[in-house]
Structures are given as C-alpha cells and as structure tokens.
C-alpha cells in the first residue's frame, strides 16, 4: 500500500520564495539604498558605487532566517559602509586635500622665480636660526629623526631616555620651529 500524501511531510520547495530571491533584491532595495546614502550625504557619484558594495556584501551571505533579517542586514550593511568611508576621508583629509591643477599651482617642470627662491631661501634661515635656539637636547632629538632618519626608538636608546620624551621633545620642536618659520 502507497503512503497517502497527507501524511508525508512537506518537503521545502527547491526554489527560494520571490521576496528573498537575489535577482529581485537589487529591484526592491536599490532606490531606498540610494536615498539613505544620499540623506547621510554622500554626493551623488558614490552613491552607486556604495549600492553596489551592499549588494556585493549580500552576495557573499550565505542564507537569512526571514525577510526581516534580509532588510535589516542589508541596511547594516549601508551603515558600516558609511562609516568605513567616514574613517578613511578622516584618515586620508580628503575634505582638506587640494587636487593639482597646473593653471593654478604652476608647472611641476617650471623653474621657480626669483621671489620664490628668496622666500625659500628667508625660510630656510629662519629655520636654522629657530633650530639654535632650541634648548641642546631637543636640537639633538630633532636632528637625530629629521636629519639622520633614526626612529623614536633608536633615538631613545642612542640617548639613554624614554620614548616618551622623545615624543615630547619632538612636539615641542615642532611647535617653537613653525611658529617660528611660519610667522
């Protein structure tokens, strides 16, 4: 005798439901993606290019337990994403960085004008006037790492002292140096 189908347990369908499908997630996330990117204000042009990355990120998961936990991994997703980009524009200056634009900042094969040369030349000196009066140990500490390119470390062990006060002797340089250079 053959077992009655009501008694057979379901077997899962072989194909994933529709709303979980990946071919139709780009379809039912990508405009609510790009508004989220553009409401934390990433300009326009990396909008798409962050979609992508989410999409890319769900590509590499391997299941979710409901549609619920799809939308909330996929909008996880856009937020550390966010703040991956945030970390590196913070990391790089991005918003500080000037891009080189020949018309404006000359021509990198142009040979510099006198002026320039008696600027470069008045800064120089003030430089080597502002180093002499620095107090004897923290000239050294600042010739050893700029002149001699030892690390913290070497110069530390050469002169018998904490790293840490190499740090503070440096700061300290640096400070006097571009107030004094860079009246």
Excluded: W
């Excluded at 379809?27 to 798409?48: A, C, I, M, Q």
């Amino acid at each position: 005798m053959e077992p009655q189908l009501a008694t057979l347990p379901r077997a899962r369908a072989s194909s994933p439901r529709p709303d979980t499908c990946l071919d139709s997630i780009p379809l039912r996330f990508r405009l609510r993606l790009r508004r989220y990117f553009e409401k934390h204000g990433v300009p326009r042009d990396e909008v798409d290019d962050l979609v992508q990355d989410v999409f890319l990120r769900l590509a590499t998961r391997t299941h979710f337990e409901s549609p619920t936990h799809l939308e909330a991994y996929i909008f996880r997703s856009a937020a550390n994403l966010l703040h991956d980009r945030h970390r590196r524009q913070v990391t790089r200056a991005t918003a500080r960085h000037e891009a080189y634009e020949e018309d404006i900042h000359g021509s990198v094969f142009a040979t510099p004008g006198p002026d320039r040369v008696v600027h470069s030349a008045q800064r120089l000196e003030r430089l080597l006037a502002a180093l002499e009066e620095l107090p004897e140990r923290t000239r050294k500490v600042f010739t050893l790492y700029h002149l001699e390119d030892l690390p913290h470390r070497k110069i530390a062990e050469r002169l018998g002292i904490a790293v840490s006060t190499i740090e503070k002797h440096m700061a300290r340089a640096n400070v006097y140096l571009m107030a004094r250079v860079e009246p």
